[in-house]
């Protein structure tokens, strides 16, 4: 089957014009290369931030139980209404009432995986030579190893030591450091109010986010309590949803059915997230410019194609091209330009992600790694690609219009001059 | 008359009249035109520059609409067509010469002559390129038909846009001055092969000239001035 004429010859003009075909096609695969790169790298750091946060506290957290507020309108059952006056501000009643019930309910929600009640309080952790206020945290191992990624968080010690010494303790990695112990010591756990309690450190975690692993140690929520002065009490409970993204509308649902507070993890780390988000438009913004530029750069060399090439135009209507096969010329020039710009740039693209993924790195803060973290995501291809070819075809549209509308008799008039 | 009534002119023109410009600069270019195109017939347009010879020329060839008159080619009228239609009437019944060559200079011989057949788009591939090298073969280029057409020389691009021009087979060539950037040589050359190949063809050819031995030669030259033929003369061979 003969290809397409217009196709053929745009085939043949692009050809022809090596250093334009060079320029044109440098500038569209550099830009989708960037842009998957980059995009790779910001939601790389993203997603291993959310994993981390997700893998130490879960989806939702639900917490302090609080008295739902009345409506101020009371709506009577003939039709008629009455408005409430002396509203109050809602009451918030400490740590989670019931939990045992609590617990069996959401365990029954088919969006729930696991669930794990924890109690959490400041102690006083004192070593031989240093004493330190801590965030005590009470947990139920087996609850709390199906809940959160605690067993791969461990980096020293024995989670099996953990389980049966009842005066255990897990030790965050930068408080452990600070305090220089490791497992095996013995240190004391002071509550606000009571006698100090001897402990052993039996493990040690590491989180990734500074800010647990500086002041966070776990023990059983029986020793929690008793050292906390918080007898049968629950804090909280962490919720770990089978699509983590549904969380917040999962925790509006559960706030609202329990009573309770419940939050989740966007809600929890919206700062976070926000800069996460704001990083990847900044760089998706810029990179599309660089396409846009491309794209700029295209339209420029159509446009001179069409300058030079008007007795081509001409003759070519002359012999019976219409105005669609001289548009269709140009538009497939630069479709020509955007197929093989994207085919290339996703391969470099690829390459690009992958050499940046083997760059060291040492980053210690809101999340702790050692190396460049990206994302393999298609999106990222597809909006590359996407992007790619909306500016070529944009910037192609205008040339192939003015060499469709160009009078071919003008033109044959003033060529014969 | 007999063989008139079975075989329509290849093209017949009636009172064709066009406007250039617009209000005050608005020039009259042709002034009710007629004319008729036979089946192996070889018409000559001589006059001054800006007599209209061009003007007709393209509304002939349906690159332009008259703001008057009547057109037939092949005895179907094709002045109340689409640009699309006309685009396609061109393609297949029309060959256009002109002063220019204007190949696409990217392009071998042969694909030159390949460019009208495959919008045309009734050949395969290799059936395209067996009568372009056969259309080439007929001008005396079949052994140039692989190069590239800014490698041949000035008379040779002239027989292969002739070659180009017949390449659909068309009713009626136009030529515009198709000699005039030609030596002598090439000249004589180059219009030797168009009359035969109209001849031997019978095809309708209606060259625009200022070669007087050039309309010496053909059958019928149309004298132009003002925008009108003011006289036709045969030519007895």
Partial sequence: MPVKPSLYIALRFTAARKRSLVFSLSGVILGVAFFISTQAQTQGFEKFFIETVLGTSGAITIGDRFQPRYDPILTGGNGTSAAVSGQQSRKYYSGVDNPGLLIRCLEDYSAVLAVAPYVEGNATLRTNFKDEVIKLQGIDLVAQLRATTLRGQIIKGDLDRFKYRPYGLLVGTLLADKLQVKPGDIVYLTGAQGSPHACTIEGVFQSGINAVDQSRVYTHTSTAQSILNMPYQITSIVVRLRDPQRAPEVAAHFEQQFAHISRSWQDREQGNLAIFHALRLSSAIVVSLIILLAGFGIFNILTMTVLNKVREIAILRSMGYRRGDIQGIFLFQGLIIATIGSAVGCVLGGILTYSISLIPIHMRGIMNTDHFVVAWSSSHYVWAVLIAYVSVLVASYFPARRAALLPPVNILRGSGQ | ?237
């Fill in chain 2, 1 to 237: 008359m007999s063989e008139a009534a079975s075989h329509p002119p290849c093209l017949a023109a009636r009172n064709l009249e066009r406007y250039l410009g617009e209000e005050e600069s608005r020039v009259h270019v042709l002034r009710g035109v007629n004319l008729t195109l036979e089946p192996g017939t070889v018409h000559a347009i001589v006059g001054p520059s800006g007599c209209g010879k061009s003007s007709l020329l393209y509304i002939l060839g349906l690159l332009d609409n008259p703001d008057a008159g009547h057109l037939e080619i092949g005895g179907v009228p094709v002045l109340s067509i689409d640009d699309g239609e006309a685009s396609a009437k061109r393609n297949e019944s029309i060959g256009f010469v002109f002063q220019f060559h204007f190949l696409l200079e990217d392009f071998t011989a042969e694909e030159n002559v390949m460019i009208p057949m495959r919008r045309l788009g009734k050949l395969t591939e290799a059936e395209m390129e067996a009568r372009a090298y056969l259309l080439l073969e007929e001008v005396g280029l079949g052994s140039k038909a692989k190069r590239p057409s800014r490698h041949l020389s000035g008379g040779e691009q002239q027989r292969v846009a002739i070659a180009r021009a017949l390449a659909n087979d068309p009713l009626v060539l136009l030529a515009d001055e198709p000699t005039g950037n030609l030596d002598s040589l090439n000249s004589d050359r180059v219009f030797g092969l168009l009359t035969r190949l109209v001849h031997h063809r019978n095809k309708a050819l209606l060259l625009v000239t200022h070669n007087p031995a050039i309309a010496d030669v053909c059958d019928w030259v149309h004298e132009m001035k003002d925008g009108m033929i003011v006289n036709t003369t045969r030519n007895e061979r």
